[in-house]
C-alpha cells in the first residue's frame, strides 16, 4: 500500500512539475509590447454606375504599427497606413488611414505561425477629377471594417518579419476597395 502511495505521489509530483513547466513556457507574465514597420502594394479600384467611370490602379504603401501580444494566440494593434497616390487618366486619389485590430495566431512551428487578423479603419481621402479647364478636388472620411491573413517568422525571439494580406472595403458612395499584400519587420520587447 506504501509502495502505491509513493508511486502515485511521484507521478502527481512529475505531472504537477511538467504542467508547471509547459505554463511557464506558453503564459505572458504580462503583455509583450512589439512595435514594427510595413512596406507593401496595394490595388484600388471602384467603379460609379451613375456617372460612367471605373478605376483601377496599383500603388505602394507604407505602414508602422504598435501592439501588445497577451499570449500566443491573441494580440492587438494600432497602425499608421499610407497609400500613395493612385491615378487614372484624369483623376488621382490618396489615402491615410488609422486602424486598430485584433490578431488571432496560431504557431505552427517555433518559428512559424499563421495568423487572421480585423478591425476597423479610419480613413481620409483626398481625390481630384482633372477637367478640360481645370480641375476638382474633394475630401472625403470614413471608418470602414477590413479583415486580413499572414504568416509570420521569428529571425529571433525579438525580430519576426511578417507576409500578411489584407482586404479593405470602404463604404463611400463609389465603394472602394483596397487589397493591400505587404512584408513587415517587427521587434517585440
Known amino acids: 500500500m506504501i509502495k502505491t502511495l509513493s508511486l502515485s505521489a511521484i507521478a502527481l509530483a512529475t505531472l504537477g512539475f511538467n504542467s508547471a513547466a509547459h505554463a511557464d513556457l506558453s503564459d505572458f507574465d504580462s503583455p509583450r509590447i512589439y512595435t514594427g514597420i510595413g512596406y507593401g502594394q496595394y490595388s484600388f479600384e471602384f467603379e460609379d454606375s ?4 471605373d478605376f483601377d490602379d496599383d500603388a ?7 501592439g501588445a501580444q497577451f ?3 491573441l494580440s492587438l494593434e494600432l497602425a ?11 483623376s488621382k486619389a490618396e489615402i491615410d488611414g488609422v486602424s486598430l485590430a485584433a490578431r488571432l495566431g496560431y504557431p505552427i ?3 512559424f505561425s499563421v495568423y487572421a487578423k480585423g478591425g476597423w479603419l479610419e480613413w481620409d481621402a ?13 475630401s472625403t472620411d470614413g471608418g470602414d471594417a477590413f479583415y486580413g491573413a499572414g504568416i509570420e517568422y521569428a529571425l529571433t525571439t525579438n525580430v519576426q518579419f511578417r ?6 472595403k ?6 472602394p476597395d483596397m487589397d493591400v499584400a505587404s512584408v513587415s519587420v517587427q521587434y517585440m520587447f
Open 126 to 138: 483626398d481625390y481630384t477629377q482633372d477637367l478640360p479647364v481645370g480641375g476638382v478636388s474633394a
Open 163 to 168: 507576409l500578411e494580406y489584407e482586404r479593405y
Open 80 to 90: 499608421y497606413q499610407n497609400f500613395d497616390e493612385v491615378s487614372d487618366i484624369d
Open 60 to 66: 505602394q504603401m507604407l505602414k508602422g504599427y504598435v
Open 71 to 73: 499570449n500566443e494566440y
Open 50 to 53: 451613375d456617372n460612367d467611370t
Open 109 to 111: 512551428t517555433e518559428s
Open 170 to 175: 470602404l463604404d463611400d458612395d463609389i465603394d
